[in-house]
């Protein structure tokens, strides 16, 4: 019975050591992947916090334009979440909870529809019934500027063609690497409830933003004269607007997801590592034990050939 117990033991050792070997493995191509990803969001976010600064600067000049991406519809019938989240498991919450986020917004909405960014989303969504109008599934790893303007020409056709009243970006913000939380975004129509969700994707707007009203204030500026005209103007930056916020959440999604599975991975070979430990403090008391019978069984002979 100790013999086989040792070989059990032995066995359930390498199969553990297989396991830590694919997690080391994966740990590796998630930080590799994370540092690659790492830098093009670097790259990006002045990019995207450039825009955020020229809607906030100039459209509360421009709240009452009638246009159909800032003006609020007079009832909301349906809102569309743009959802973004892996195509892949092992890496830790990072799925669900972008997804739960997702789902629990839109509780508070009657008619919904998801545009899933993702495997994960695209399943999520259809195993509750959401109506999910277009997909976009090989976007999350690498994810680039053409694929943002696709999804943006896929929502905003919807949007202005009346099937959607209003539309919702939700992603992983990345603040470290163990440190993302999911948040909402409201894309369209740009009215308050925007401005204030595009406020908390950044904090330090809030502060800017008062700062340059209370300057403006203070000097007195007049308002400012668009040409051609102020509905050109929107048709031309609001889509800009659009293609960047989608492509930086495609991309702070994106390194997220990197990280939470990096740091999954990177417990699991800790993991595995102090299983192999256990498994082998085990294997050698089963082999002290069957050594310590054998000697007894020795020594029992002997004493009985006296």
Not at 3 to 23: A, C, E, N, P, W
Not at 247 to 267: C, H, I, T
Not at 282 to 294: G, L
């Amino acid at each position: 019975m100790a013999g086989l117990g040792m070989r059990d033991i032995k066995r359930r050792i390498k199969s553990v050591k297989s396991t830590r070997q694919i997690t080391k493995a994966m740990e590796m191509v998630a930080s590799a992947k994370l540092r690659k990803t790492r830098e093009r969001l670097d790259e990006s976010r002045p990019f995207t916090r450039a825009w955020k600064q020229a809607i906030l600067g100039f459209l509360g000049e421009l709240q009452d334009s009638l246009h159909p991406l800032v003006t609020p519809r007079e009832t909301v019938r349906k809102t569309g979440y743009i959802v973004v989240a892996g195509n892949r498991g092992l890496c830790g919450g990072y799925n669900t909870n972008v997804v739960k986020l997702a789902w629990e917004h839109m509780q508070q909405k009657q008619a919904k529809e998801v545009f899933a960014v993702g495997t994960k989303s695209k399943e999520f969504f259809a195993n509750r019934g959401v109506d999910i109008p277009c997909d976009f599934l090989d976007l999350t790893e690498v994810p680039d500027f053409i694929a943002a303007q696709d999804i943006r020409n896929c929502c905003l056709e919807r949007y202005l063609e009346e099937e959607l009243d209003e539309l919702y970006l939700v992603y992983t913000h990345f603040d470290s690497t163990i440190s993302y939380k999911p948040k909402v975004l409201k894309l369209i129509p740009l009215d308050e409830e925007a401005l204030e969700t595009c406020f908390r994707t950044d904090e330090t707007l809030m502060k800017e933003h008062e700062e340059a009203q209370q300057e403006a204030q203070d000097e007195k500026w007049e308002l400012t004269t668009y040409e051609p005209s102020v509905i050109e103007l929107l048709n031309r930056v609001i889509p800009s607007y659009l293609d960047s916020m989608i492509y930086g959440g495609l991309l702070e999604s994106s390194v997220s997801e990197q990280a939470a599975r990096r740091v999954a991975m990177e417990n699991a070979t800790n993991n595995a590592e102090d299983m192999i430990d256990k498994l082998q403090l085990q294997y050698n008391r089963a082999r002290q034990a069957a050594i310590t019978q054998e000697i007894a069984e020795i020594v029992g002979g002997a004493e009985a050939l006296k």
